[in-house]
T-cell receptor, first 108, second 114 residues
Framework: ELKVEQNPLFLSMQEGKNYTIYCNYS?????LYWYRQDPGKSLESLFV?????AVKQEGRLMASLDTKARLSTLHITAAVHDLSATYFC????????FGQGTTLQVKP | DADVTQTPRNRITKTGKRIMLECSQT?????MYWYRQDPGLGLQLIYY???????NKGEISDGYSVSRQAQAKFSLSLESAIPNQTALYFC?????????????FGPGTRLLVL
């Protein structure tokens, strides 16, 4: 049974700083997803990683996948306040299994 | 217009009442899902449907039932609501024919059971 764990669960950072969110998963997952959720809102798809070594970038966010280590990372470069949100990773075994989410707070 | 819509958006009900949450989509996707989200937690899968005749239980189906009335409509019912079913409920859809099979989420229904 696939289990997905994220860390940290809460991250407070200053604008302009870099940081990484980690997503570990327990068994084979044929895809790895990253979603963003603003408070009280729905989930927005950010990235889908399909294979080992995959890297996707959008603005200040970059996601990568290492299937051998069963690890995906979401790297934030030069954080800005607009990136404040909760970020979820999810593995796929025919249905999505979500991590607990990482709440990111970017302070001016 | 939104691709995935949910009604109602907010609902307050009393313990023991039967309620139905509805989901409609215009994306033409075969697969539909119901999740619940509790504060500070990720999403848990309640039920999913790969087509109109294929409905499956998720991780936390007890106390819930679903109906797939058409490709575009998937309803979630709470037969006898209880307070610990207070949560944010999301519907989602996906296309199994796409390379990524990304799930697209509706805006959510906030349910309070008194």
């Amino acid at each position: 049974e696939l289990k997905v764990e994220q860390n940290p669960l809460f991250l407070s950072m200053q604008e302009g700083k870099n940081y990484t969110i980690y997503c570990n998963y327990s068994t084979t997952s044929d895809r790895l997803y990253w979603y963003r959720q603003d408070p009280g809102k729905s989930l927005e798809s950010l990235f889908v990683l399909l294979s080992n070594g995959a890297v996707k970038q959008e603005g200040r966010l970059m996601a990568s996948l290492d299937t051998k280590a069963r690890l995906s990372t979401l790297h934030i470069t030069a954080a800005v306040h607009d990136l404040s949100a909760t970020y979820f990773c999810a593995g796929n075994t025919g249905k999505l299994i979500f991590g607990q989410g990482t709440t990111l707070q970017v302070k001016p | 217009d939104a691709d995935v819509t949910q009604t109602p958006r907010n609902r307050i009900t009393k313990t023991g009442k039967r309620i139905m949450l509805e989901c409609s989509q215009t994306k033409g996707h075969d697969r539909m899902y119901w999740y619940r989200q509790d504060p500070g937690l990720g999403l848990q899968l309640i039920y999913y449907s790969f087509d109109v005749k294929d409905i499956n239980k998720g991780e936390i189906s007890d106390g819930y039932s679903v109906s797939r009335q058409a490709q575009a409509k998937f309803s979630l019912s709470l037969e006898s609501a209880i307070p610990n079913q207070t949560a944010l409920y999301f519907c989602a859809t996906s296309d199994p024919g796409s390379p990524t099979e990304t799930q697209y989420f509706g805006p959510g229904t906030r349910l309070l059971v008194l």
